[in-house]
């Protein structure tokens, strides 16, 4: 939670934090400041006290949304610099960033770089940071356990708050895709015919969808609906072109968030049009028995690698290749079993056998997903739900929507 | 244009560059790989040589769709790797990296280091490739006229095609949100009313031109429909929960682009509902004269910041403080004229007096966009096109939308 950053800050030895921004939606920045519309500038957390931010003169406005106290970059000398250095804002940039440390008088030592942007600026604009500031170790932090993500790993009440929001109009915007596809006739050669008498296409779809979302202030960044070959390849987004058919596999993997930026949702749904073979359905019961067989292995306290190896177990058992078995196998269950999500679509904690750091805790959002792949088969199948771990130690869905793998068609026997 | 990325990195003396991307949109990826569905991974071009992906393998089919030769990661020793590092997923990809250099036989030297995602991983990253691969030098590049700036700053004829349909659908969108908001009548308090009789909110309005754009498969990269004071910001994005009003400056700047990232249109206009003050018409009348100063000093060949000059000395001679006359000032002129825009929302060339290097060329595409602000007078005025060089050398707009400052409001004299 927010609450352990300067704990986390002091594990690190970081004085300060700096989070920039450039452009980009950054999660730490949003984590730190709010969501306030504010496109470019830096948040600078000195440990035990509270963020600052440091913005153009066009975004004080926006900034000061935040509640924070904000520096605006002209008043620490952004002009005379870029005037001094012959029109160079890099420089300009990082004498500003100079500036606010000594404004917050920042001992020397360890300070973390964070936020989102071009790497390329970011590593000129280091170099040029520890040149001009010697005094300071400015340092990074790569792999899945950094600052943000341990705060992060643990949600507040407020937090679980806005996810459940997210997940109930990602839960009705299922429901409103799943009515708008059943509301389809069946046509010839296995298709499914909009009114004008065309085939009803992926495209369609996901135009729907894309609206329906809009329509509860969500936005997708991306999203899976891919089918028969396409969905047995994991992250296939799916062709905009191509006709829905019945009998083929379908993965619906939705993962919108809120609105410019924010909590996200994170759930998947295999579907049949009509009917569904039996090859899919045999595939479909053991994914569903992975998933159920995944809820049971949860615990607090328990290392999360472990759900993945009681499912990996399941797999194997039942002659799957697995990421365990062949590790980079392209058939099989080819991915890890679940992840954190908040401000992030991938968090912490991580579950995966590769992984093996993290343990289950009150508070924690994650994704549960197995799945089993065989594109030469023209087949995938993925369930996921999204659960969080509450109070009492309890692993509760956060997702709330059926999980059959016939969508009914009208026109077609048992539709 | 992509065909100068050769000469440019020999410029640079970069014998390649990798431009990575981790769940955020990179405008150098896109334009090295086009739009592709892939959300982590590198691409890597050897100067001189068609680019190659690297992706991890559930996004081997989404990076097979670019077209390029593509490595899956777990060929080039991901897993491995990552069991002999004890699970350190950053040590996998660096080891990855350098795989991929050595199979591209790039010779020792520079290499540039592009992308988009976390700057604590490009930090951490670039100290593990430094200390792995001495032969190889490891650098970014800031400020203005980078690498992938510089390739940009001239479209070719597909970009410029591209460009001009979201400009179309851009200027079909303002179209409707202005239908849209006049057929509303006029209600109590100078509010404008909705059929149920509550006032018409700014949030109402961004709701409905969200939707005209999904419409048309754009997308808001934000969108800023700010009323009264926060016109005089030239950032801030208007309240949602805000009225509307008759006679109150609206400054309206939508720069929509392609769905999932892709190019941009730009284009601002201030509205005043049902009637415009005598204070804000002779305030636009001024903004309107500068726009017509800065197309009349425009010219193949010709610096760039003469044109911002133009356009500082007319306000200036007006009585208006700018970024000129007082640096950092949040009343007058506070901006640069322009900027290029493609698949990054700012690109060069800039046309603003702090920096100097940039010529007009056949193939830019730029926004002009000259404005007045007073917040403390509740009032802002911008008028943005978006404009290109064609092979005549002529300045062509691509927003084609009538720049009227009243947009009549149904029961208003004279609306």
Chains 1, 2 share one sequence.
């Not at 990074?140 to 929001?165: C, N, Y």
């Not at 991580?350 to 087949?379: A, C, M, Q």
């Amino acid at each position: 939670m927010k609450s352990d950053l300067d704990r986390l800050m002091a594990e690190r030895d970081l004085n300060a934090v700096i989070v920039a921004i450039d452009h980009a939606y950054s999660a730490a920045f949003d984590y730190l400041v709010g969501s306030v519309g504010v496109t470019g500038g830096i948040a600078v957390k000195k440990r035990g006290e509270a963020p600052v931010l440091v913005v153009g003169g066009m975004e004080m406005e926006e900034a000061a949304a935040s509640g924070l106290h904000v520096y605006n970059s002209a008043d620490l000398g952004y002009y005379d610099e870029l005037k001094e250095s012959g029109g160079n804002p890099t420089k300009a940039t990082i004498a500003v960033w100079g500036r606010v440390l000594n404004t917050l008088a920042i001992a020397p030592g360890k300070i973390g770089i964070y936020g989102v942007g071009e790497y390329n600026w970011a590593l000129a604009a280091v170099d040029l940071l520890r040149a001009a500031y010697p005094v300071y170790e400015f340092v990074g932090e790569a792999g899945a356990s950094t600052l943000f993500d341990q705060a992060a790993v643990t949600k507040s009440a407020d937090e679980i708050a806005r996810l459940k929001s997210v997940a109930a109009r990602t839960n009705a915007a299922l429901e409103a895709t799943w009515n708008f596809i059943a509301g389809h006739h069946a046509g010839a050669d296995e298709t499914i015919l909009k009114p004008d008498g065309a085939p009803l296409t992926i495209g369609d779809v996901k135009r729907f969808v894309r609206r329906e979302l809009l329509d509860r202030e969500l936005e997708e960044d991306g999203m899976i609906f891919a089918q028969g070959r396409d969905a047995g390849w994991p992250h296939s987004r799916g062709q905009s072109e191509m006709a829905l058919r019945l009998g083929q596999s379908i993965v619906f993997d939705l993962f919108p968030r809120e609105l410019g930026g924010g909590y996200y949702h994170d759930v998947t749904r295999t579907w049949c049009l009509g009917y569904a073979p039996d090859e899919v359905r045999q595939i479909y019961d053991t994914v569903m028995t992975a998933f159920d067989i995944a809820l049971e292995a949860f615990a607090v306290g328990k290392p999360t690698h472990l759900m993945q190896e009681a499912v990996l177990d399941y797999f194997e058992s039942q002659g799957h290749p697995t990421g365990r078995s062949q590790p980079g196998t392209t058939e099989g269950y080819v991915h890890s079993l679940g992840h954190g999500i908040g401000l992030k679509i991938h968090e912490s904690p991580r579950i995966t056998h590769l992984l093996k750091n993290d343990t289950f805790e009150v508070g924690n959002v994650v994704t549960i997903e197995p799945g089993l792949y065989y594109p030469d088969r023209n087949l995938g199948v993925r369930i996921e739900d999204a659960l969080y771990v509450d109070e009492s130690g309890q692993l509760v869905a956060l997702t709330d929507f059926r999980k059959d793998l016939v969508l009914p068609i009208r026109g077609v026997k048992g539709g």
